[in-house]
């Protein structure tokens, strides 16, 4: 790995970011503006925004960051930059941690944002630390960005790639325990839930929001959403080849 | 030509894509320090051997040497240009923009940027998105990007299409003065009378090589005054 090639990649992607303003504004608006929605459509039950108002600050990002990313990935290989890469004295890590690099960025600042405006403005309570909430909040983006630049092998053009989030994404939604408690689901969906990341996301950011003790449970999601981004990184950079047919 | 002097050899290279048999065992060499054309038909595989030299195409059977490491060798990657025929760069950024990144993945000087933009003639809209230049400017930073390391062995496959005839002069004016410098030099183009500003001369068909050799000899061989006249004269003498 180069830390040259890193950085060159890392703040590419962030040029790339940069030349688009409206992409950029709808990632770091739109995660505020729907926190600020749940609060006024739980208007008559408060506590059900200081229940999953707190995981959505993470759940945000891990959204964004794999749709950005699938669609970056794939628009590098349809228009053989990829190629053109692959053919360059670069390691396939640096392109991934350059990737890595950029959008923890963003993902830092999009988490702060929306903290700021969940806690700050909305009166969203955390009884944990609040950095620790940004902490995780980054680890599911790099998650994102990890399940996003995967599957992006899988589609062929961005059409497919869009529909790998409702496809990928909203069944871990629907799964992590932010609409009902998992051991109210049905049993075969609850024993699903524990294989998919997403809720350990949700878990360590709710147990964040609910006491100012870090658990050993805390810790246990931060590794499991670790391991699970080494995971998906692994496979992705199994993805991406030299040569092709 | 002796094997020494060969950049690129290639030895019954059979490639298949998507089921279809492009390239049925080919051989030739590319020899050092000239302009190669590779001519022929769109789709008789000029891109696919291109793919091949470069090492980014998987290969059925077959060697491919490339100054003398198998293609695709790491110890190549900055000895090899490749220009795709479509432009593969960042089109959301600006020229400047994308030969500051891939000069820092190649670790070339800074100054290469502004050398290889002045060497495509594309100073005055360097700083613009390439996305917003035209489809002759977007070939251009492609091209640019391939010079920043001073390659040793250029591919180019079909570098000029859609650009002015003044423009094409000019590009292959600069080919002419790398090969000078000693860069090999292997430019594809269905357009033959490009073939005519090459030292010599790879004729290929449905994925076979009619002709390997320098020009003048194909031209006194076949009696033709062209590279055009003499494919015509292959092909109908093979048929």
């Known amino acids: 790995m180069s830390p040259r090639v890193v950085l060159a990649t890392g703040r590419r992607v962030l040029l790339q970011l940069r030349g688009d303003p409206r992409t950029l504004a709808l990632l770091l608006l739109v995660p505020c503006v729907l926190e600020a929605l749940i609060k006024w459509v739980f208007e008559g039950t408060p506590e059900v925004f200081q229940r999953v108002g707190v995981p959505l600050v993470g759940i945000f990002p891990l959204i964004s960051m794999f749709l950005v990313t699938s669609i970056a990935m794939l628009r590098e290989r349809t228009t053989g930059t990829l190629e053109r890469l692959m053919t360059m004295p670069l390691a396939k890590l640096d392109l991934l941690a350059g990737y890595g690099l950029a959008f923890a960025a963003m993902a830092t600042l999009q988490a702060v944002l929306v903290s700021f405006v969940a806690v700050g403005l909305l009166g969203l309570e955390v009884a944990g630390s609040t950095p620790l909430v940004v902490v995780f909040a980054v680890l599911n983006a790099m998650l994102g960005m990890a399940l996003g630049l995967f599957l992006s092998a899988f589609a062929r053009t961005e059409f497919q790639a869009v529909q790998f989030m409702p496809a990928f994404l909203l069944p871990q939604i629907l799964l992590c325990g932010l609409l009902v408690p998992r051991d109210q689901m049905a049993r075969p969906l609850e024993l699903l839930s524990y294989l998919l990341p997403m809720t350990y996301a949700y878990d360590a950011l709710s147990r964040v929001a609910a006491s100012s003790t870090v658990t050993a449970e805390v810790w246990r999601d931060a590794v499991i959403l670790i391991g699970a981004t080494a995971l998906s990184l692994a496979l992705g950079a199994a993805t991406l080849r030299r040569r092709t047919a | ?239």
């Open chain 2, 1 to 239: 030509m002796a094997v020494s002097d060969a950049a690129i050899s290639i030895r019954d290279l059979v490639v298949d894509r998507g089921g279809h048999r492009v390239l049925g065992g080919v051989s030739a060499e590319v020899a050092a320090g000239r302009i190669t054309g590779l001519l022929g038909p769109s789709g008789c595989g000029k891109s696919t051997l291109m793919r091949s030299i470069v090492g980014v195409q998987i290969v059925a059977s077959g060697q491919v040497d490339v100054l003398g490491l198998p293609a695709g060798s790491p110890g190549l990657r900055s000895d090899v240009g490749y220009v795709t025929q479509a432009p593969s760069v960042y089109l959301d950024l600006t020229a400047r923009q994308n030969l500051d990144y891939f000069a820092r993945v190649l670790d070339a000087p800074d100054q290469r940027v502004a050398e290889s933009i002045a060497s495509v003639d594309l100073a005055d809209s360097a700083d613009r998105p390439v996305g917003s230049l035209s489809g002759g400017q977007r070939a251009r930073v492609s091209l640019a990007t391939a010079l920043l390391s001073r390659p040793r062995l250029l591919v180019l496959d079909e570098p000029t299409v859609g650009l002015d005839p003044v423009l094409r002069g000019e590009l292959w004016a600069g080919f002419r003065h790398l090969a000078d410098a000693g860069t090999t030099l292997l430019v594809s183009s269905h357009v033959m009378d490009e073939a005519d500003r090459c030292d010599d001369i790879v004729l290929m068909r449905d994925g076979a090589i009619l002709a390997a050799k320098q020009r003048e000899q194909l031209l006194a061989e076949t009696g033709a005054d062209g590279v055009e006249q003499a494919f015509l004269r292959l092909v109908g003498a093979g048929s």
